[in-house]
């Protein structure tokens, strides 16, 4: 029950285009504020196909090579989280909601950063993986996310696995998170498999950090519909990708 103390929303959303996965993302937090929801939800989720996504203040122009990628069948797709261009495909990607007033401790943002990405740390060691976190005191992001770490990302040697961008509204925080599956995925591994395994690693991680359980929820139907329109009216218009 989501009434439970510390109770947290999760939804296990599988694989989607880019744009619906941004406009669930967005649908979510809209409702979130709405409703001044109490509890975070935390949200997993794949591409079912290769993906550039964009930070919100972006320029076009920064991005070289962009026109290849959309030529290779790359969907492009602007989010409404700052940072960098991040390739997805081949990666666990994962939103998290938390009303600020109810959950304090997430209000600064590098604090914030920290304590999301100490959760993936710990779900990603119990999996076996030697994380660090990126003692870089650079603290904005380069045009491609995955080339420039900042403060608190997370590396397996000097390679960057996981990173994260946000956005704040009304009291609310919406994190969107990448971990890249390079540093991981071993030649023979199914991608699918290895996704499920990450994906139960890190559910353990958030419950074990923050002392959490979460419930699973699903969308309504006026939810899905929503999500769909502005994946179509939004997410997948030129002049909200190309915009800048």
């Known amino acids: 029950m989501l009434n439970k103390k510390n109770c947290w929303g999760f939804y296990d959303s ?24 109490k509890y975070p939800t935390l949200r997993i989720y794949g591409f079912y196909r290769k993906t550039v996504t964009i930070g919100y203040g972006q320029k076009i122009k920064d991005l070289a090579g962009l026109d290849d990628y959309k030529k290779q069948g790359y969907e492009i797709c602007r989010r409404i989280t700052g940072g960098g261009a991040v390739f997805h495909g081949e990666d666990l ?18 604090r914030s950063y920290r304590l999301i990405h100490s959760a993936i740390a710990r779900g990603l060691k119990n999996y076996g993986l030697k994380v660090s976190f990126s003692v870089c005191e650079n603290n ?38 990448s971990i890249d599956f390079a540093s991981i995925k071993k030649s023979e591994q199914n991608f699918f498999n290895l996704f499920e395994e990450v994906k139960n690693f890190v559910i353990d991680g958030f419950k074990k950090t923050f002392d959490t359980d979460f419930v699973l929820l699903d969308f309504s139907l006026k939810e899905l519909q929503e999500a769909s329109k502005l994946a179509k009216e939004k997410y997948q218009a030129f002049s909200w990708n190309f915009r800048c």
Do not use: W
Request: hydrophobic share 45%; with cysteine; aromatic share 8%.
């Open 93 to 110: 990607t994962y939103s998290l909601i938390v009303p600020l007033q109810a959950f304090p401790d997430f209000a600064p943002a590098m």
């Open 140 to 177: 904005a992001a380069g045009p491609l996310c995955f080339e420039t770490p900042v403060r608190d990302d997370l590396l397996i040697g000097k390679r960057k696995i996981a990173g994260g961008a946000q956005k704040r509204v009304a009291d609310f925080m919406l994190h969107q998170g």
């Open 14 to 37: 599988g694989f989607n285009e880019g744009s619906y996965n941004m406009a669930v993302d967005e649908m979510l937090l809209n409702h979130a504020v709405a409703k001044q929801q």
